[in-house]
């Protein structure tokens, strides 16, 4: 039997029952959310009760909701009446299951996540921060009130269950071919230029795995290539009332290989960024996470063509940076000193669990 999630209201009236709390985003569709929920009727008067998804920013830990400011800003829900029972929804194998567990006066609902919502992607917060962390999540709820939709009407906490949920991607089962970058370039006092080109083998690399990077140089100048360093950075963009961008390094490595003038070097260098190295760094994108339970760095969001303008939350991407440090030579060598930069694109993904 699978795990099933169940949650009660404070006043014993509303029992919400969940068969999972993950749903993946297949990129052209979303798993459906199909759920049940079990009501005994004896304190709810006049009122009905309703069940919502609902797909929200957070910016704020609730502790600090005071004078009514709102900290949670709904960049999407819908909401069904389930009592008195208004629509049924064709019944899935999900529910079966639930209602068996829930018993009598149980009813059910599905919703549809549509496909252009941001996946649950929360900011790290600070050592000092307290509460919930900032970021993107969905949340089943179910409540009782009078009307479905009256901002006016105050619902109590005692009148509510609500479950978390996420949405996820997993990595694409066909991996494309990997980039590739290249640049020549010229330096005040030499004649001839440096050429660098690195490459990966696959547009595609599960958290914790080796990323190996095909770099190779040649070195026409009369200068010397000091060291190589490799960069990765991740740019999060919060689309909400403005488009608000940011990026953060989530690795810095340098390698010591050194290219004297008139020589060449080709060599594969390996990285792997990983949240562990990144802990103090506030702001940075997280996998949304239920709980406390272990996350990683935020995975790539992969978009449906065309969506990109319609998209709200938070869209997650990764580059890498290449760069060699060029040493003059002569008498003014530290003085012309220069660099010599590619980027490649990296997405960072889950492998699709075994059924």
């Known amino acids: 039997m699978a795990k099933i999630f169940k949650k ?5 009236g509303l029992t919400l029952y969940l068969g999972k709390r993950d749903y993946v985003d297949h990129v052209t569709a979303v798993d459906r959310i199909d759920g049940v929920v079990k009501v005994d009727t004896a304190d709810f008067g006049d ?13 704020g830990s609730e502790d600090l909701d005071v004078m009514g400011l709102c900290f949670r ?10 009592y008195p029972e208004c629509t049924k929804p064709q019944l ?8 068996k567990k829930a018993g009598d006066n149980a009813y059910p609902f599905s919703f549809e996540i549509p496909n252009n919502l941001p996946c649950s992607v929360s900011l790290q917060p600070g050592p000092d921060d307290k509460g919930k962390a900032c970021g993107v999540d969905f949340e089943v709820k179910t409540y009782l009130a009078m009307e479905k939709n009256n901002p006016d009407e ?6 509510t269950a609500r479950l978390v949920v996420r949405k996820i991607q997993y990595a694409p089962s066909q991996v494309g071919a990997g980039p590739k970058a290249e640049i020549c370039k010229s330096f005040m006092m030499s004649d001839k230029p440096v050429h660098l080109e690195a490459s990966m083998e696959k547009d595609l ?3 914790g795995e080796p990323i190996p990077i095909k770099v190779k140089i040649n070195n026409e100048s009369n200068k010397t290539v000091k060291k190589l360093k490799i960069t990765v950075d991740q740019t999060t963009d919060i689309v909400l009332y403005s488009a608000d961008k940011y990026t953060k390094s989530v690795l810095c490595q340098e390698f010591g290989e050194t290219v004297e003038a008139n020589s060449t070097l080709d060599v594969t260098l390996s990285i792997t960024p990983l949240l562990a190295e990144n802990k103090e760094k506030r702001g940075l994108a997280l996998d949304g996470r239920l709980k406390d339970e272990d996350t990683n760095l935020a995975s790539t969001t992969m978009l449906r063509q065309g969506v990109e303008k319609e998209v709200l939350g938070i869209l997650v991407s990764y580059k890498i940076k290449i760069n060699l440090m060029v040493a003059g030579g002569g008498l003014l060598g530290g003085l012309t000193a220069s660099d010599v930069t590619v980027e490649l694109p990296l997405n ?3 492998p699709k669990p075994e059924e």
């Open 8 to 12: 009660t209201s404070g006043n014993g």
């Open 154 to 159: 105050k619902i109590e906490k005692k009148d």
């Open 348 to 350: 960072l993904m889950h």
């Open 73 to 82: 800003k709904d960049i999407w829900f819908e909401q069904v009446q389930i």
């Open 92 to 99: 899935s194998a999900m529910h079966e299951t639930l209602l």
């Open 47 to 59: 009122r009905k009760a309703f069940v919502q998804l609902a797909c929200a920013f957070r910016y």
């Open 205 to 207: 690399y599960f958290h």
